[in-house]
């Protein structure tokens, strides 16, 4: 992906597009993979290298996500006579993306930039903690006699940490 990326923001606009295209499809063959992986495979050792694969790949697109280079590259293809001469399907992934970036904080500040990534990796981790505790309770059927479930969807200790308590 680095290598698909790399100048990136000085390609034309049909270069971006493809660069974008490949470095996401480069990602998402290992994100996809290791999802696979870490919903499925009944090694925990697997599972947690597959959780850490995708945990990598994640923080890798949310850099990128919040690269500025890459979106001034973007906004000036956007605002080129070239443009408009593109196929509607890469002028609109083009300017998907650019607005996406937009929506996850390219116009913050460097600091909050980096308290955005962490939050984000923050919610996958807590959003992958959901589904293995809901995957464990459905293999063992754990629920108190009295029918309590609590703790069972996540971990109280987790919600409180993700709240700050």
Known sequence: ADRELSGVAKKG???????????????????DAAELCRNVHPDQRFV???????????????????DGSIYEGMRRAEATKDFASLPLEARTVLHHMRVSMEHEGIHLQDEEKGKCLQLLER?????????????RARRTAVVGADGNTEGLWMPLD???EALGQ
């Open 123 to 135: 919610e996958q981790e807590l959003s992958f903690g959901i589904v293995q505790n809901q995957e």
């Open 48 to 66: 947690e290298a597959a959780s850490q694969a995708v945990q990598a790949v994640s923080a890798y697109m949310g850099e990128v996500n919040l």
């Open 158 to 160: 987790s919600v409180g």
């Open 13 to 31: 606009p049909m270069e971006i597009v493809s660069a974008l295209d490949n470095a996401s499809n480069d990602l998402c063959r290992i994100a």
